[in-house]
């Protein structure tokens, strides 16, 4: 059920293929979504060409949360670094402090603990959880319905306090570094994490009344933000965004990591590759997560070493190299590359973030013929987060 | 699309009937986690002012500042980290890395002030209420940014090295010593310890890099006896290590001496450069040890002509005829022996100030005179019977040995003493019973129990390996002789407590413990004094003493203004303190001879 | 001086009053603070510091005793007669100065000082206990905690100057 819009008085295209849009004309109104907007998915903003309430042209403008941690890290030592990448992505930082800590360790020959491996995937899958809660509250926020984000910003919040003992932080953990893990399960962590889960299962299905099961939603959402699976490859279209194409692409089962192989699970696709089937994805991909943090939690070895001895972090140097580190986070392929050349700071980063593909080039070509109110629905529903942009 | 999508969301209204999930006072019902990394705590009596904080903040939030009623003394430089909040972003490397552990956080996460300035405060010194927080981050034990135990040195196994004296202690490789190196944390604690002042952050850095032409450099800015020192020393800047409080000390020692070992000593003079032009200036330096050839080395670089009188056959002092040459090799010595010779410094061997020239001889023919005599007299315990010719005392022995004379080996001896010294002649004796009659029967009777030696533990220990006996506790009574005069035993009693309420030195016995331990010969090693006759009593006389030492100002000069006194005689026994003595003196006599001119 | 030495141990022969007691007392310390300062003149001026710390320690201890007896509120007490504890010949011998040879060494010196302390304590703790408590016991009492803390500042320095335990 695509939109069809009626494309009479849409502007000509150029022979070179760009519009025609005069604005002197009367008929285009240019007007700006953000940098403060709440139907911005962070500080970016869309600049858009109208023409009654459609979208003919979109310009994205990042920048604004511009800190430049490529560039901070090459003047930070090893260790320094650590504390500063989890900012690279506010909702699920702990993708930055493991691709980070995974690629010094392979340059720096560190062989992390089985045991901090768990926990790695369990931390993982718990950030996973946590985005996935933030975006289901946000796509139906985006289209009207504030009383999913609030049910699932409260169990976020259970996930938080999880996070909290866990960690001893809620939001930046700083708990996955070069060499392991900084501290084991707490006493009880099993347990209560087993409530939290029953939480969040009992929350999603409500969610799924309200959301899913939902007339306004589905008329709204069902044919949005069509992506054609052809452009997956040239748009470097991941994650959940390509997985509700039909591509079962994960990186988890193509190119495990940590303790992925040692896990039971198949990649969550959709068919329609619209607004609807990605929020579905996610919501089956958040169950997914559930069902794989009671896997780790029970297969977990109960006891040894979660953290590696490294050499004293003060002066550490590791030998020239390079590396790339990658894994699935909520929304795609994230991948740290590392180059050192023997001395104490890095040499380069560079942080490869899903969002930068997803909300630059995709939105502009996806956001044409939208119509002015879908505009929030369509972005929040490729699951973008501003800061990994322009890290 | 069906009905139930119509009717479907209206299942939310059940929401109507739940309890509200918000905590109505999180203040106090939702106190943080026990991990909760939040403000941070600081046991200003355990935190050294190391400042490892610091230099690990990627936000330059920490400064060390004078911490308010902090006392500054060894291991302690007084500073705290003070923190701004304004910068600093909870990772917690700050606790991570600290050397002792004082750093913590609270589990509070909330602090409201209207001064903003407030936010930039000194945890324990200024003091929160959270202070005494239970909860809070602390490094888990195994979570350590560091390592902590000392790359393990080499060593002559003591079945081998026990039937010679070669050198024990092996030294660092290249790639140990780097290791080793790497667990500095370069606060410089341990320069402001070292008696003088060594750049021991520095050089272990060069370590690290394998720079060791800039090493040896560094060495001897504040060191010319790097050789010697890199066996012997007392290392008290291990003592303050940072690393040593949760965790081994950086083996400051044996990285000092790697650095060393790995230059063929034809490359120290290009390194160390050359004496500055003659200043036609003399000075006699009565002593060739450690403190009389260091002066001797600094006043000859700086142009003055220098000539040591030293009594012995050999120079080297107490470092050559005290300690034995499994600890100290007699070549390690020549080496920087033979470099503060190749600047110039003329060493008298066989020439006895007192006898072959005496004190107003040199004060005439010298612009300023040194006296760095050392401990060479050995004290003796007086008990009944140790005036018999079978009781020897150890400074005499160990003197023998090292001018190669034969030693009348006993079947079976007791040394009394828990110094190194004793330890120095048990192993010495020892090790001389194995050679001429493959058994050792070596007793040690020490005042001090285990736990209060004087000796190095590692001394302690290594005797042990070698079939020492050592009886700690155990005050010497009586040497007992047979009927024909022959000494057969040492008789003592137990020691009871070795110290008073003070902490000073009051032994008190125990007589109903006595034992007698079975010996032909019985040697003393309690302690040792200078032996000042050379100085003439008219001259004794003129000097001014400070409780049976010279005394010597600041500068190491005494109430003579011609003469100056450094090392041991001075200090009591210590290498390093006796180098840094050396440096202090020479500087002075240089001043001196600059107004002279 | 010799004379005098005599009186003195008939002093010390039969009952005898407090302020007698004290009197000997007085003159043992007096005697070796005069022998300290004697001898001061004889030895190297290295260990000239411990016979002058000795001479003046005497004195002190001798200004303490004469305090005490010209104490008014003693006076009843004071002149009380004792029984004299069979030691009581130890404490007299000390009152005559054996030889220390002509350069005694700070070693000698030392021990010396420490057997007179010595002879000091165990004379007053035979006192203390010829007595019946109260009093006078106290004061005998009070005498050997006086001398004991004198024997024990000695061997202090004694162990300080001799066990420095080697290098």
Known sequence: MVYQPDRSQYPQQRADGSLDIDLESG???????????PG???????????????????????????????????????????????????????FNEYCY???????????????????????????????????????????????????????????????????????????????????????????????????????????????????????????????????????????????????????????????????AFEPIVGQDSDVFARADVRRRDLLLSIDLIRQILAGMPKKGPVMAKIPNVLHWKIPPGETYIRGECSRGEYGYYLVTDGSGYPRRVNVRGPSYTHAVALLERLIVHVNISDVAGLMVSLHTYPPEIER | MSIQDLLSPFTAWKNLFRDPVTIQDPFNDRPGSERYRGFHKNDVASCIGCGTCETICQNAAIDMVVGEGEPTGAGDSGLRPRIDYGRCCWCAL???????????????YTWVERDPDAYRFTPGVDKKSWDNAPLGYQRAESHRLAPTQRVTMGEVAPERRIGSFEEIVQGYGVEQARLEADRCVSCGLCIATCPTHMSIPDYIQSVRDGDYEKGLALLYETNPFSNVCGRVCTHKC???????????????????????????????????????????????????????????????????????YEAREKPGGMFRYGIPEYRLPYDAMDIDIEIITSMGVEIRCHNRVGTDITMEQLHQEYDAVLLSIGLHLGRSTRIAGSDHKGV?????????????????????????????????????????????????RVTVTALEDLDHFLADPEEVKECGEEGIAILDSRGPQEICLDDQGQIIGLRTWGVESIFDEQGRFAPRYNPEDEQIHPADRVIEAIGQQSDVTLLGEALTEKLAWNRGRIAVDGQGRTSEGWLWAAGDCVNGPDVVHAVADGHRVATDIDLMLQKKR | ??????????????????????????????????????????????????????????????????????????????????????????FSDAV?????????????????ALWREHLAIDQYHALAESTAPGPIQDLFLFLVDEETKHKKELEKIYYEVVHSGGV
């Open chain 1, 27 to 37: 008929k285009y109104l240019k007007l700006w979504q953000g940098p403060q907007h």
């Open chain 1, 40 to 94: 911005i998915t962070g500080n970016m903003s869309l600049e858009l060409t109208v023409c009654g309430d459609e979208v003919v042209e979109a310009k994205t403008h990042v920048g604004y949360l511009h800190r430049g941690f490529e560039k901070l890290m090459e003047r930070r030592t090893f260790i320094q670094c650590f504390p500063i990448v989890c900012r690279i992505c506010v909702p699920e930082p702990d």
């Open chain 1, 101 to 263: 800590a995974a690629a010094v360790e392979e340059l720096a020959g560190i062989q992390p603990p089985e045991r901090s491996d768990w926990i790695r995937t369990l931390i993982l899958e718990m950030g996973r959880i946590n985005s996935y809660l933030m975006f289901l509250g946000g796509q139906a926020g985006s289209l009207g319905l504030g009383v999913v984000a609030q049910w699932s910003t409260y169990v976020r919040d259970l996930m938080l306090d999880r996070f909290e003992e866990l960690t001893g932080a809620r939001i930046y953990h700083m708990f996955i570094l070069p060499g392991g893990v900084r501290g084991d399960l707490p006493e009880g962590f099993q347990q209560r994490m087993e409530e939290t889960l029953k939480e969040i299962e009992r929350t999603l299905g409500d969610i799924e009344d309200v959301m899913f099961c939902n007339a306004v939603f589905k008329k709204r959402t069902v044919g949005l933000g069509y992506i054609d699976p052809a452009l997956f490859n040239p748009y470097g279209v991941t994650g959940p965004n390509a997985r509700a194409g039909g591509v079962a692409k994960d990186v988890r089962r193509d190119q495990p990591y940590l303790i992925y192989s040692q896990l």
């Open chain 2, 94 to 108: 700050c606790v991570d890395i600290c050397m002792t552990g004082s750093l913590t956080m609270s589990n509070a």
């Open chain 2, 238 to 308: 291990e003592t303050v290590c940072a690393a040593g409080h949760e965790g081994e000390p950086v083996a400051i020692r044996w990285l000092k001496r790697h650095i060393v070992d790995q230059l063929p000593v034809e490359k120290y003079r290009r390194i160390i450069g050359d004496p500055k032009p003659p200043t036609g200036k003399r000075v006699a330096v009565i002593g060739a040890g450690p403190a009389g050839l260091t002066a001797a080395f600094d006043l000859a670089k700086m142009g003055h002509s220098v000539v040591v």
């Open chain 2, 392 to 440: 020897a005392k150890a400074v005499d022995l160990l003197r023998d040995i090292a001018d190669g004379k034969s030693i009348d080996v006993p079947k079976q001896c007791v040394v009394i003493g828990g110094g190194n010294v004793a330890m120095d002649i048990a192993r010495s004796m020892a090790r001389l019973q194995k050679s001429t009659q493959g058994e050792i």
């Open chain 3, 1 to 90: 001086m010799k004379q005098q030495q005599r009186d003195k141990e008939k002093l010390l022969k039969a009952k005898k009053s407090i302020v007698e007691i004290l009197e000997v007392a007085m003159e043992f310390e007096r005697t070796a603070q005069v022998f300290y300062a004697e001898l001061a003149s004889r030895v190297s001026k290295r260990i000239r510091y411990l016979v002058e710390e000795l001479a003046e320690e005497e004195q002190g201890h001798y200004d303490r005793f004469k305090k005490l007896r010209d104490r008014e509120d003693l006076e009843e007490q004071i002149n009380t007669l004792i029984t004299l504890p069979a030691s009581d010949g130890h």
């Open chain 3, 96 to 112: 005559h100065l054996p030889q220390l040879g002509e350069k005694p060494d700070d070693q000698e010196v030392l021990q010396y």
